[in-house]
């Protein structure tokens, strides 16, 4: 991913105990200059492991050359084989049972996973979860392994910038390594690596391979899982992002379990506020969610929201902006019940929200198959939950592309998943039934217009 030419690269249970607000000073004399980690490395780097991940990709056989196997054909000669890859990363032991917290991205796609402790052990695991909207991932340890020294959560919300962190992790292979810094920055958001963006940014060293390590405290404590890295080189250059650990607590509990998660979901739409727009509405500072639409028979409808309100704090936490409330929602429990402080008609108020389980994206889905243009296309019928994971409006009417088989006449004519597709050869798509008669037809040609991306496109194809 590549951002104004600035590299984002993605680096391949106990009970929380209390966090106590401890007093933050300077080194005063000499002695104290000479203070050492230690302590916190030896009782954290035990629980630090290596996770070994192993793929099988197909690579294409043959020439190599596109007119000669146009000439030869794909005979299964020149069929694709197998080939097996690995890819390293870190993860960190958050139960005495085994339970692993990683970065998704580190074991995707895996046929094997193994993970070796800083004493050498070697262990096969079990993928438990694997949640790529948090690019987090829970591996088990296998049965019988006996206990783990493990990390225990701190409560991330308690730290503050310029506080001492450690990263450990495996970065690029050598081995189980330390590296110190500071909290650089919070709630860093926008940065388009993940569904939930609210990441604690550190300077201490984090490479390739440190992927899914532990961020901790001078307590030993787990604050942030690290996930990548920002860099114009490949390699460190002081700008490190890690999940928080509030985040990933939720996600060790759903894999401790059985490895399903719920998230709350809130039913509305919202926007950031700028300068402009908050001085319009009376606020001195652009800052919180400003709800632009409301879903109906949502929780947050059931709350009393309005369009125009602005969320500004929920249970006293501030909210900076929409994407800083979908993390605090996220880590909430269904069936719980939070205060949200608004704005509204230029005057504070307080709305209860009741955290609701989301409705199922949609269970009217079809399947196009056949001798026709659309084959291999999987549509299901918009409801608000699917047009809001697509970034639609609640009132978006079509049906919407969830899958596309590789290779398929679908994939061909260019339908991407996401696509919304509104009408086809000047009718209409309402309903799952009208694409589904339309699409198993064979008309000369097709007119089809689609949203994409937030773009309408207009298209003519062969039918």
């Known amino acids: 991913m590549i951002r104004k030419s600035i ?121 438990v979860l694997a949640d790529p909207s948090t690019d987090l991932a829970v591996l088990r340890a296998e049965d019988g392994a006996g206990e783990f020294p493990f990390v225990t959560f701190a409560d991330s919300d308690q730290l503050e910038v310029g506080d001492l962190v450690l990263a450990i992790g495996n970065p690029f292979g050598v081995g189980q390594s330390v590296s110190s810094g500071i ?55 002081g700008i490190g992002f890690a999940i928080p650990s509030n985040m990933a607590r939720v996600i060790a509990d759903a894999g401790a379990a059985g490895g399903e998660i719920v998230r709350p979901w809130l039913g509305a739409q919202m926007q950031m506020l700028d300068a402009d727009l908050a001085a319009s509405l009376g606020l001195v500072t652009p800052r919180g969610a400003l709800v632009t639409e409301i879903a109906p028979d949502s929780p947050a409808e059931a709350a009393g929201l309005a369009s125009g309100d602005v969320i500004t704090a929920i249970d006293g936490v501030a909210v900076q902006d929409p994407e800083a409330l979908n993390y605090r929602v996220a880590t909430k429990p269904v069936g719980s019940i939070s205060e949200l402080t608004l704005w509204r008609n230029g005057a504070e108020t307080t709305a209860t929200l009741e955290m609701g389980a989301p409705p199922a994206t949609s269970d009217r889905q079809a399947t ?72 198993s037809q ?22």
């Open 183 to 237: 909290v650089s920055a919070l709630a860093r958001t926008g940065m388009g690596m993940t569904d939930y963006q609210f990441f604690i940014q550190t300077d201490a060293a984090i490479n390739p391979g440190n992927s899914g390590g532990a961020l901790v405290d001078m307590n030993g404590q787990l604050v942030g899982i690290n996930t990548a890295l920002f860099t114009r080189s490949g390699g460190s250059q």
């Open 7 to 127: 590299v984002a690269i993605l680096l391949v249970l106990a009970p929380a105990a209390a966090f106590a607000q401890v007093e933050r000073t300077v080194p005063q004399s000499q002695e104290e200059i000479q203070l050492s980690y230690s302590p916190v490395v030896q009782q954290v780097a035990p629980a630090v492991v290596n996770v070994y991940a192993t793929r099988v990709t197909q690579q294409q056989s043959g020439f190599g050359d596109p007119f000669f196997d146009q000439f030869f054909g794909r005979s299964p000669l020149f069929n694709q084989r197998p080939q097996t890859s690995q890819s390293l990363g870190s993860g960190v032991i958050v139960s005495a049972d085994g339970m692993i917290l990683t970065n998704n991205h580190v074991v995707e796609g895996a046929t094997d996973i193994r993970v070796v402790l800083n004493d050498g052990r070697e262990y096969p695991v079990e993928l």
């Open 368 to 439: 196009i198959s056949g001798n026709t243009r659309f084959a291999g296309v999987s549509a299901a019928e918009l409801n608000p939950a699917l047009a809001q994971q697509l970034g639609l409006g609640f009132s978006t009417q079509g049906v919407a592309v969830v899958e596309v088989e590789a290779g398929s006449p679908a994939a061909r004519m260019g339908l991407e998943q996401g696509d919304v597709i509104v009408a086809l050869n000047g009718t209409e798509i309402r309903d799952i039934e009208t694409f589904e008669s339309l699409a």
């Open 442 to 463: 064979r008309p000369r040609a097709w007119q089809i217009i689609l949203q994409r991306e937030g773009r309408v496109i207009r298209s003519v194809v062969s039918g």
